[in-house]
Nanobody, 125 residues
Framework: QEQLVQSGGGLVQPGGSLRLSCTASGFNLDNTAIGWFRQAPEKKREGISYIRIGDGGTFYRDSVKGRFTISRDNASNTVYLQMNDLKLEDTAVYYC??????????????????WGQGTQVTVSS
């Protein structure tokens, strides 16, 4: 069964760190891309980072550059999002997604085919 299962998230103080995981099952990850998105209350879902599994290329939204790092573990079919120096405005539900058709990824939700279940990240003092 094709699915993405997320873990991680939680409550952290400003300046803290969290790591999100996204494990893919039922997919051949060759020539795919996996992205991370987030959606805050009453806001649109926005892409924040993605990785092209084939060549390892990584991309970030400007607001998270230098603070977030996306990486992959091929052996476990898992993509991670390490989030450092978290800010209040990072509070959102975070989703991972996989692009299996084009394998290119991007910051647009329409470019992805399957989604994880979402996980809450709350940054609060």
């Amino acid at each position: 069964q094709e699915q993405l299962v997320q873990s991680g998230g939680g409550l952290v103080q400003p300046g803290g760190s969290l790591r999100l995981s996204c494990t893919a099952s039922g997919f051949n990850l060759d020539n795919t891309a996996i992205g991370w998105f987030r959606q805050a209350p009453e806001k649109k879902r926005e892409g924040i980072s993605y990785i092209r599994i084939g060549d390892g290329g990584t991309f970030y939204r400007d607001s998270v550059k230098g603070r977030f790092t996306i990486s992959r573990d091929n052996a476990s079919n898992t993509v991670y999002l390490q989030m450092n120096d978290l800010k209040l405005e990072d509070t959102a539900v975070y989703y991972c997604a996989i692009d299996i058709r084009g394998g290119i990824g991007g910051m647009g939700a329409h470019e992805y085919d399957y989604w994880g279940q979402g996980t809450q990240v709350t940054v609060s003092s």
